[in-house]
């Protein structure tokens, strides 16, 4: 079976590991911090904080900027759970906005009708999350003018977009945010087996979760209640969690990093190969804003349900029995079960619905060849026609 996505581990990255391992720290050694400044210097952004996953970088973003009970958090309905979930976990309350059917992200008019509600009934948003799904920017500069407007923070769920730009800059600079986070997670575009990035340029946003990530202690002098006790001292100054990267991890990250801008690169080969073969099937390809450099994560077709003579269901299946692993990204956020009991509906956001109606992820990883796009060519072919 061909997966949908796939790590690719070279020897220096295995070389990088073994390293750590044979050195004197496993944890909060020299690897991290040297991983940060890597991702940092690459992207153009202040700080960056790693992590050991994209949700635990979420969760700590929320709580920086002071999400908590009597808050609310919208995001798009189109994304992982854990978008979504670090507002449930801050005690605030989620809400979605509805996708744009061409670039599945969150919707700049969907969005501006819903805060002029939400501002008559006092309800609007403290933080918005805006996920660059698939690795395609959101309209940063709208949501951007819209949070000026509407007084809220914005955080990019970057998870899908490490290496790709949104126009000409590359996404994790947080022009158009507070805080953009970054997963490692194997499929991802580069890993640390599990792993995230929380990145800002603002001081004090950093500072709250470099506490956060580590139980909320400090050893900084200038952040101590009163003088230390002696060299041993350490404070707890706040509630914090243990979020915290390995440098086994951050090693992998560090050696992968070299190799970012061929895979988006690669990616993009990749997807330029499907768009071609695929220009005589009854399906969607991706679209691509011309403003923007995807980090195509995910490449995602939509079927033209009307033209085949299956159903969604039926063409995934044999798919999958003709070898190829296709997936699905995502089931929408409200109608999962945890979901539907904080009272959201089937019928609540009609363009993620009807996305989800139509949706497949192919393959689409560094590594993938051009026969195997081939067979996913053919297993399609002999789907849908
Ligand atoms: C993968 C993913 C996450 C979570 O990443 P982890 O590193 O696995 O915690 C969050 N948001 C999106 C959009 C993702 O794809």
């Not at 960056?48 to 979420?58: I, K, R």
């Not at 290496?163 to 997963?183: P, Q, T």
């Not at 440098?247 to 990616?267: P, T």
């Amino acid at each position: 079976m061909i997966p949908y996505g796939r790590q690719e581990i070279t020897q220096s990255d295995i070389d990088a590991v073994v390293a750590v391992l044979q050195s004197d720290y496993l944890t909060q050694g020299p690897a991290v911090p040297n991983f940060e400044k890597t991702v940092t210097a690459h992207v153009g952004v202040k700080h960056g904080l790693a992590v050991n996953s994209a949700t635990s970088a979420l969760h700590i973003a929320c709580l920086a900027l002071g999400l908590g009970p009597g808050d609310y958090l919208w995001t798009s309905p189109i994304t992982f759970v854990a978008s979504a979930n670090c507002g449930l976990y801050c005690g605030a309350q989620v809400d979605f906005v509805d996708i744009d059917p061409h670039s599945y992200n969150i919707c700049p008019r969907s969005l501006e009708r819903k805060l002029a509600i939400a501002k008559k009934e006092g309800k609007l948003p403290k933080v918005l999350v805006a996920v660059h799904f698939c690795g395609q920017p959101c309209d940063m500069e709208s949501i951007y003018i819209l949070g000026q407007k509407y007084g809220f923070k914005i955080i990019e769920d970057a998870s899908h977009a490490i290496g790709g730009r949104y126009k000409g800059e590359l996404i994790g600079n947080c022009r158009y945010s507070d805080i953009a986070v970054f997963s490692f997670h194997p499929v991802k575009i580069i890993t640390t087996a599990e792993g995230g990035m929380a990145l800002t340029n603002n001081d004090f946003l950093a500072a709250e979760m470099t506490l956060l990530r580590s139980h909320g202690i400090t050893r900084n002098p200038l952040e101590m209640t009163h003088a230390t006790d002696g060299p041993w001292y350490y404070q707890q100054i706040g509630l914090g969690f243990n979020y915290r990267m390995t440098d086994i991890q951050a090693a992998l990250g560090i050696s992968q990093m070299q190799r970012l801008d061929a895979y988006v690169w690669r990616r993009h080969e990749l997807a330029k190969r499907y768009d071609t073969l695929f220009a005589d099937l009854p399906i969607t390809t991706p679209w691509q804003h011309p403003d923007s450099y995807s980090g195509l994560h995910l490449y995602v077709i939509r079927l033209r349900l009307n033209e085949i003579k299956k159903t969604h269901r039926q063409v995934f299946e044999q798919l999958r029995e003709l070898g190829v692993g296709v997936n699905l990204h995502y089931i929408p956020v409200h109608i999962q079960p945890y979901y539907e009991r904080l009272g959201f509906k089937l019928g609540d956001f009609p363009e993620a619905e009807k996305y989800y109606a139509e949706a497949i992820s192919l393959p689409m990883f560094q590594a993938l060849t051009e026969e195997q796009q081939y067979v996913v060519f053919d297993a399609l072919k002999t789907t849908l026609l």
